[in-house]
């Protein structure tokens, strides 16, 4: 069976899926880069549920993800750093891949389940629909949604990037929301800043002592922390927006 064929079956089933929840439609390419969009907007923020499609000799792979951005987040990343909103959009809103969400780690942090990240399925008749019917009740329903109903505020958005920081004496760890530290780093400045965290300055503090510490390879995504830093030091800084 024609891949191509079987990546737009799988489209026009979840799109039809999804639009019970509000879902549309939003990009979709599956000549160059496979992958789908779907957006659902609300008035001050739109979750992303993307898949992407991966190609293999005899099989293919899907591999989902969720993202949510805020209108205010980006209005602020336009001044201080002057990105594209679309740029923005895929890349410091809070995203995941859907499988780190929803799979318990060993403790050697590696995952119990080797394709829990990702549905790998032969293109048939009967492991086609399989393969959509757990995209949708184990990664929609279970991932996607919780994701959502966790981040649907600002306020929920903070407390998920930042909570945890000054509860722990330990190193600041990757979380599973954030492609990279220094990514989660500056997501959680600017949230914090935007609810108004008391604690905005040991946040601060305690990000900016491990950046100091970070990789030479992560050097160059930090620069964004430190431009922000910078701009919050204005305690005029909301009426520069």
């Known amino acids: 069976m024609d891949f191509s064929k079987v990546e737009r079956r799988i489209v026009d089933q979840v799109d039809l899926k999804l639009k019970e929840f509000g879902f549309r439609l939003y990009k979709v390419d599956l000549q160059r880069e496979h ?14 549920f993307g898949i992407r499609f991966l190609h293999y000799s005899s099989e293919i792979g899907i591999e989902p993800k969720i993202l949510v951005s805020y209108n205010r987040v980006t209005e ?3 001044k201080v750093i002057g990105w594209e909103s679309e740029y923005y959009h895929g890349w410091l809103a809070i995203s995941a ?3 780190d969400l929803i799979n318990p ?6 995952f119990n389940d080797n394709d829990c990240l990702q549905i790998d399925f032969k293109p048939t008749e009967n492991e086609i629909e399989k393969a959509i019917s757990k995209l949708m009740k184990k990664y929609f329903h279970i991932g996607a949604l919780n994701f959502i109903e966790k981040t649907n505020t600002l306020e929920k958005a903070e407390c998920l990037a930042n909570e945890w920081v000054l509860k722990s004496d330990e190193r600041i760890n990757r979380l599973a929301y954030f492609g990279h530290i220094p990514w989660q780093i500056t997501t959680g ?4 800043k ?9 946040l601060l503090e305690r990000y900016n002592s491990y950046a100091k510490n970070l990789d030479p390879e992560e050097n160059e995504w930090i620069k964004d922390f430190y431009a ?14």
């Open 35 to 48: 992958y789908a969009n779907f957006i659902l907007e609300r008035e001050d923020r739109h979750f992303i």
């Open 76 to 78: 602020i990343v336009k």
């Open 97 to 99: 891949r859907i499988g």
């Open 189 to 192: 400045i600017i949230l914090a």
């Open 105 to 110: 780690k060993n403790s050697d942090g590696f």
């Open 194 to 202: 935007l609810v108004d965290n008391p604690n905005y300055d040991q």
């Open 228 to 241: 922000f830093s910078e701009y919050f030091r204005n305690p005029n800084w909301q009426s520069t927006i």
